[in-house]
């Protein structure tokens, strides 16, 4: 019979956990939360601060609301939006069409702030992207395939958005607090006018304007924002001194530190971002008992903020 040292075992015993260890390591997903490079693993962090240079703050009379932009999607749009407000434009004038359950427009019903940078815009509806199928260098996080107003959802850069796999272009969503430019029927006519989603995604307005951002904090001092009468079918709110004003609105960098918000958005490749989803595909929680079919609306699991004291 053959006989084994105490010395020999213990090394073979290390061995084995070793190469065990390693396998398991290399297992693991990066899928979620976790990006791989040639030599090390980390994790994605939960949380981003959005670039200041892409937040502006307004002051309405209902409250302070920041937006975040998306010159990724409309550069041209954002730029113009962004001249208007780093003048001023918007200082003094008010939300004059607002209809429940849809959008509150603001900006200069009357038309008497002309403005070199209030010209007509070439509209900015969606981009092209990459279809090489390369997922390492795409930023966009698929949600739900089949999705019922767009053949793909999920994240691009913190926003909602959709893709169309046969014509290779995406865009945003239409999701509660989406920030886009107003127009007339023509397509390329907007220059000013902006609205904010108040309703529950008016998702038939995809792909028909110029998105410029989101409400990332202050969307409760949003939904506070006058609304029209119900036998206005407009939403046009006459009376001006029953409007809700802009008081001002300026880039972020312009805002004195002091009074800044520390405002951070959810990281779609995170942990957490992906638990939430494959828990809202499962519902399994013990309160449902209908546990759906699976599919997700992205707006309703739209990235969180969160604010840094």
């Not at 013990?286 to 992205?298: A, K, T, W």
Request: with cysteine.
């Amino acid at each position: 019979m053959r006989r084994y040292t105490f010395t020999a075992i213990t090394l073979s015993i290390f061995t084995l956990f070793v190469s065990l260890f390693s396998a398991s390591s290399q297992m693991k997903s990066p899928a979620a939360g976790l990006a791989n490079t040639e030599n090390s693993t980390h994790v994605v962090p939960q949380w981003r601060t959005p670039e200041l240079t892409n937040l502006v703050y307004m002051q309405l009379d209902s409250g302070l609301v920041i937006v975040q932009l998306a010159p990724f999607m409309a550069p041209i749009n954002v730029g113009q939006f962004k001249s208007l407000i780093k003048d001023g434009f918007y200082d003094g004038l008010d939300f004059y069409r607002v209809i429940d359950g849809f959008v509150a427009q603001g900006g200069d019903v009357t038309q008497s702030r002309l403005h070199e940078h209030a010209k007509q815009l070439p509209a900015e509806l969606t981009r092209a992207y990459n279809g090489s199928g390369d997922s390492s260098n795409d930023p966009f996080v698929l949600v739900q395939s089949g999705e019922f107003m767009a053949p793909q959802t999920g994240f691009l850069n913190g926003f909602a958005a959709g893709r169309d796999p046969s014509t290779l272009q995406e865009w945003l969503l239409h999701c509660p607090g989406v920030v886009a430019f107003g127009r007339n029927n023509e397509l390329n006519t907007a220059s000013s006018e902006f609205y904010i989603a108040i309703g529950q995604a008016p998702r038939h307005l995809d792909r028909n304007m110029s998105v410029l951002g989101k409400v990332i904090y202050g969307m409760h001092h949003v939904q506070r924002i006058k609304r029209a009468s119900v036998n206005v079918s407009s939403g046009v709110i006459e009376d001006p001194t029953k409007r809700t004003k802009i008081v001002w609105a300026r880039l972020a960098n312009d805002v004195p530190v002091q009074q800044r918000v520390n405002v951070q958005v959810q990281n779609e490749h995170s942990d957490a971002v992906a638990t939430r989803l494959a828990r809202g595909r499962t519902l399994e929680n013990e309160f449902f008992h209908f546990r759906g079919n699976g599919n997700l609306d992205v707006c309703y699991y739209n990235l969180k903020t969160r604010i840094v004291e």
